[in-house]
């Protein structure tokens, strides 16, 4: 880990409290970074901090919910106030409800998902970015998913918002990498083992039977 050594760095990760966020979070700790986790679970959050002080890294939990604009603009202030500024963005959080088909998918649905996949980022990518800009330096990794470059059944929302995540991920880095010394990269992970993703075990269970008797 000396060759990754975050001492200096202060660093956001969203989503932190469990699965790709808390691995984050943590290898953050083992490098010695000032990790901030938020999440909307404070007390699943105190647990990672701890995993992160182990580590020889610093924990500043903040609870933020990604559906109220006023909550991320919060993670943003909080950050700067503890810290000074802010060195790297980890876009992580995300939802992923999964349903029957798309023509059964609301306005309500839709939105919530764009609300924390989509407009969530892109509001913290552009308050953190400022902060970027000022000092020249900065990087932003969005995590996004294997759906947003294939499609996958029944997740028209979820793909349709990692789609869209890796799409703003290019425009920004061509609007600030070179003029500010900002990298933005995209990650699209394939299929994990998570809390996230236990639903949809459970689901695709059920739509492979329903589908034998089709």
Known sequence: MDNFDMEDKVIVVTGASRGIGKAIALAFGEARGKVIIAARKVDLLQVVAEGIKAKGGTAFCIECDL?????????????????????????????????????????????????????????LCREAGKIMMRQNWGRIINIASIGGLIALPRQIAYCATKGALIQMTRVLAVEWTGKYNITVNAIAPGYFITDLTEGMRKKAIFLFFEGLEE
């Open 67 to 123: 559906r109220k604009d006023e909550d991320i603009l919060e993670l943003i202030e909080k950050s700067v106030t503890n810290f000074g500024t802010i060195d790297i963005l980890i876009n992580n959080a995300g939802i992923s409800p999964f349903v029957k088909k798309s023509e059964e998918v609301t306005k309500e649905m839709w939105e919530d998902v764009i609300q924390v996949n989509l407009l969530a980022p892109f509001l």
